[in-house]
């Protein structure tokens, strides 16, 4: 079974400091790995993903996440934060194959209050 | 032009009663889902589907019947509707094994 943990409920930081959301995984065999955004009575959207390749990713709004395949995690990154960043954050993984790669798992996700 | 889109946006409505939730994907994707979101924004995959065929059924009562007419549509139809149900349903469709484009979702009431 796949899971994912976002530990943390809420993450304050201030406008113009670096942000961290922390996401780990768990799933059997290599891991699709996804970012989502979700302001207050909207969708979810797509931030970034990891498939393959540089475990580095940069993905909308000037975020980036790294992937850490040892310590099965993929925290999202901003260098500078902004006020319109605050929202509610959702990490998801899927595999590649099989039941499970036909769905995401998502975290409980993790609100992000950037004080100006 | 919405990628996926899905109506109403809003439903509020009595215990006990049936309801429907239409959603619409122009993506060309073969796979369609609902996601429940709770009160407490916890996200819950219900169903997919791929090319009209139900692959993921989670343990969702028998009340919810998802029905593909065809590869763009997946509806969600909920009978005998229940104070539990009240939540804000999803629908998202996705190229395998792509991110997910959701709907702005269906925020459902049961009085």
Same mark, same amino acid.
């Given at each position: 079974?796949?899971?994912v943990?976002q ?27 996804f970012?989502y955004v979700q302001?207050?009575?909207?969708g979810l ?43 509610l954050y959702f990490c998801a993984v ?9 769905q995401l798992t998502f975290g409980k996700g ?7 | ?32 889902y609902w996601y429940k979101q709770d009160s407490k924004k916890f996200l819950k995959i219900m169903?997919?589907? #791929?090319?009209? =065929? !139900?692959?993921?059924?989670e ?5 919810? $019947? @998802? ?11 909920? #009978?005998?509707? =229940? !104070?539990?149900?009240?939540a804000v349903y999803f629908c998202a469709? $996705? @190229?395998?094994?792509?991110?997910l484009?959701f709907?702005?979702g ?6």
């Amino acid at each position: 079974a796949q899971s994912v943990a976002q530990p943390e409920d809420q993450v304050n930081v201030a406008e113009g400091n670096p942000l961290t959301v922390k996401c780990t995984y768990s799933v059997s065999g290599n891991p699709y790995l996804f970012w989502y955004v979700q302001y207050p009575n909207r969708g979810l959207q797509f931030l970034l993903k990891y498939i393959t390749g540089d475990n580095l990713v940069k993905g909308s709004y000037g975020f980036e996440a790294e992937f850490n395949k040892s310590q099965t995690s993929f925290h999202l990154k901003k260098p500078s934060a902004l006020v319109s960043d605050s929202a509610l954050y959702f990490c998801a993984v899927r595999v590649p194959e099989g039941a499970g790669s036909y769905q995401l798992t998502f975290g409980k996700g993790t609100k992000l209050s950037v004080i100006p | 032009d919405t990628a996926v889109s899905q109506t109403p946006k809003y439903l509020v409505t009595q215990m006990g009663n049936d309801k429907s939730i239409k959603c619409e994907q122009n993506l060309g994707h073969d796979t369609m889902y609902w996601y429940k979101q709770d009160s407490k924004k916890f996200l819950k995959i219900m169903f997919s589907y #791929n090319n009209k =065929e !139900l692959i993921i059924n989670e343990t969702v009562p028998n009340r919810f $019947s @998802p029905k593909s007419p065809d590869k763009a549509h997946l509806n969600l139809h909920i #009978n005998s509707l =229940e !104070l539990g149900d009240s939540a804000v349903y999803f629908c998202a469709s $996705s @190229p395998p094994p792509g991110e997910l484009f959701f709907g702005e979702g269906s925020r459902l009431t049961v009085l």
